[in-house]
C-alpha cells in the first residue's frame, strides 16, 4: 500500500510571502495526485487536480507541480484568507490515502 | 449543480453499525459515470479515505477499515450509504460523502478522473453508550 507523507507538518508564514509544501508518495503515482484545503470547521475543497491543474474558481496564487512521487503546491503570495489545512491524496489506485496535513497560519 | 447531503443518527452506541446516507441533488446519480466517496475526519486528525461506490455497485475500501464497511447506491432515490459495523470511540468523525471529477479524455483516449470535486457538508457521528 503506498504511503503519502507531507513536509512540513506545520509552517507559519507572513501575509505576501511565498509559501510551498511538498508531498511525497512512496512508490509512483503517475499524475494522479490532487491537493485540498480544509479550513478549520469546513469543508475540504479541491484545489489541484492531476497534480498541476488548478480546479476552477481557485485564486491563480496556487498552483502545483511534480509526477511519480514528490510533488509541490506552492502559494505565490500568502493571504489571511489561505489560513487552513491543506492535504494531498493520491488517486492513482485505490485506496485514495490522503497525505496527513500540513498546517498553515499567518506570522 | 450537483449538492450532497449526509444524514444519519448522530450518535452510535459501541459495537453497534453506523449508518449514513448521501442525497444526491441537482443530477441523476447515474450520470456521467461518477464514483461517490465516503471520506472522514476525527478531530485533531486528518482526512481519512473510506472507500468508493459505483452506479453497477462496484465499490473499492480503505484496506483498514474493509472488513467493517459496506457501500451501497440506490438509483431510484439518488443516494448511497455507509455501514460501518462493530463501532468504537476510534470512529468519532464527522463524515463526508464527496463524488469524484469523472471520466475525461484525451487524444489517447479517455480515462478517469478521481479528484473530489463536489463534497457534502459533512456529518458529526459520536460513538458512546
Known amino acids: 500500500e503506498i504511503q503519502m507523507t507531507q513536509s512540513p507538518s506545520s509552517l507559519s508564514a507572513s501575509v505576501g510571502d511565498r509559501v510551498t509544501i511538498s508531498c511525497r508518495a512512496s512508490q509512483g503515482i503517475s499524475n494522479y495526485l490532487a491537493w485540498y484545503q480544509q479550513k478549520p470547521g469546513k469543508v475540504p475543497k479541491l484545489l489541484i487536480y492531476l497534480a498541476s491543474t488548478l480546479q476552477s474558481g481557485v485564486p491563480s496564487r496556487f498552483s502545483a507541480s511534480g509526477s511519480g512521487t514528490d510533488f509541490t503546491l506552492t502559494i505565490s503570495s500568502l493571504q489571511t484568507e489561505d489560513v487552513a489545512t491543506y492535504y494531498c491524496?493520491?488517486?492513482?489506485?485505490?485506496?485514495?490515502?490522503f497525505g496527513p496535513g500540513t498546517n498553515v497560519d499567518i506570522k | 449543480q450537483v449538492q450532497l447531503r449526509e444524514s444519519g443518527p448522530g450518535l452510535v452506541k459501541p459495537s453497534q453499525t453506523l449508518s449514513l446516507t448521501c442525497t444526491v441533488s441537482g443530477d441523476a446519480i447515474t450520470r456521467n459515470s461518477h464514483y461517490w466517496s465516503w471520506i472522514r475526519k476525527p478531530a485533531g486528525k486528518g482526512l481519512e479515505w473510506i472507500g468508493r461506490?459505483?452506479?453497477?455497485?462496484?465499490?473499492n475500501y480503505n484496506p483498514s477499515l474493509k472488513s467493517r464497511v459496506t457501500m451501497s447506491i440506490d438509483t431510484s432515490r439518488n443516494q448511497f450509504s455507509l455501514k460501518l459495523s462493530s463501532v468504537t470511540a476510534s470512529d468519532t468523525a464527522v463524515y463526508f460523502c464527496?463524488?469524484?471529477?469523472?471520466?475525461?479524455?484525451?487524444?489517447?483516449?479517455?480515462?478517469?478522473?478521481?479528484?473530489?470535486?463536489?463534497w457534502g457538508q459533512g456529518t458529526t457521528v459520536i460513538v458512546s453508550s
Open positions: 461506490v459505483y452506479t453497477s455497485g462496484n465499490s
Open positions: 464527496a463524488r469524484d471529477r469523472g471520466p475525461y479524455c484525451t487524444p489517447t483516449g479517455c480515462h478517469a478522473d478521481d479528484a473530489l470535486d463536489v
Open positions: 491524496q493520491k488517486y492513482d489506485s485505490a485506496p485514495f490515502t
